[in-house]
C-alpha cells in the first residue's frame, strides 16, 4: 500500500527566502504526482502535476522534481512571499489508476 | 466559468440522521471523487466514478454513499452508520481516471455532527 509522508509539518521562513518542501513515497509505480495548495477552510489549488514520465515541472516562482528512484519528490519556491502562507500537499495517482494517496502536508508561514 | 461547485459550504447533522452533500461539475469530465479530511491531517478516498453509473469504493466507504445518474452530479449521501462523520468534505473531477490526469476540486462542505 503506498504510504505518502510530508516533512516537516510546519515551516515557517522570512520573506523572500528560497525553500524546499519535500514529499517521500514508498512505491515507485505511480503514474503521476501532483502538488497542490490549500488555503485555510478552502478546497484545493492544483500547482504541478509531473508525470511518471518527467523529473520536473515549473510555473513561475514554483518548480516540482520527481526522483522516482529515490521514492521523493520536492516542491521548491522561489523568493517566498507572505501570500505563498498556506498549505501545501503532495498526492501520488496509484500505477493502477483512479486512486490517489494524499500526505498530510506541510503548513508554510512566510514573515514580512 | 468552468469549474466544481459544492453545497452547502456548511451543514449541520442531529446524530441518526442522513445526510446529502452536493457536487456539481461542468468540466465535462468522466471521473469524480469524494474525499474526506481531517484537522491536520490529508484527504482520503471515500467513493470514485469513472464513468456515469459506475463507482468503486473507496479506502474509507463505510457509512457513506452515492450515485452517478448523470456526469455532471456525483452526490455523497452520509448515513446514520458513519460513526464520526464531523469533517471537511471534498469533491473533486478529471478529464478520466487514467492515471496521466489531472485532478481538480471544489470548495468543500463542512459537516458538524451536533
Known amino acids: 500500500k503506498q504510504e505518502v509522508t510530508q516533512i516537516p509539518a510546519a515551516l515557517s521562513v522570512p520573506e523572500g527566502e528560497n525553500l524546499v518542501l519535500n514529499c517521500s513515497f514508498t512505491d515507485s509505480a505511480i503514474y503521476n504526482l501532483q502538488w497542490f495548495r490549500q488555503d485555510p477552510g478552502k478546497g484545493l489549488t492544483s500547482l504541478l502535476l509531473i508525470q511518471s514520465s518527467q523529473r520536473e515541472q515549473t510555473s513561475g516562482r514554483l518548480n516540482a522534481s520527481l526522483d522516482k528512484s529515490s521514492g521523493r519528490s520536492t516542491l521548491y519556491i522561489a523568493a517566498s512571499q507572505p501570500g505563498d502562507s498556506a498549505t501545501y500537499l503532495c498526492?501520488?495517482?496509484?500505477?493502477?489508476?483512479?486512486?490517489?494517496?494524499f500526505g498530510d502536508g506541510t503548513t508554510l508561514t512566510v514573515k514580512p | 466559468d468552468g469549474g466544481i461547485t459544492q453545497s452547502p459550504k456548511y451543514l449541520f447533522r442531529k446524530e441518526g440522521q442522513n445526510v446529502t452533500l452536493s457536487c456539481e461539475q461542468n468540466l465535462n469530465h468522466d471521473a469524480m471523487y469524494w474525499y474526506r479530511q481531517d484537522p491536520g491531517q490529508g484527504l482520503r478516498l471515500i467513493y470514485y466514478s469513472q464513468i456515469v453509473n459506475d463507482f468503486q469504493k473507496g479506502d474509507i466507504a463505510e457509512g457513506y454513499s452515492v450515485s452517478r445518474e448523470k456526469k455532471e452530479s456525483f452526490p455523497l449521501t452520509v448515513t446514520s452508520a458513519q460513526k464520526n462523520p464531523t469533517a471537511f468534505y471534498l469533491c473533486?473531477?478529471?478529464?478520466?481516471?487514467?492515471?496521466?490526469?489531472?485532478?481538480?476540486f471544489g470548495p468543500g462542505t463542512r459537516l458538524t455532527v451536533l
Open positions: 498526492a501520488m495517482r496509484d500505477a493502477n489508476a483512479g486512486k490517489s494517496t
Open positions: 473533486a473531477s478529471s478529464i478520466s481516471s487514467g492515471g496521466g490526469n489531472e485532478q481538480f
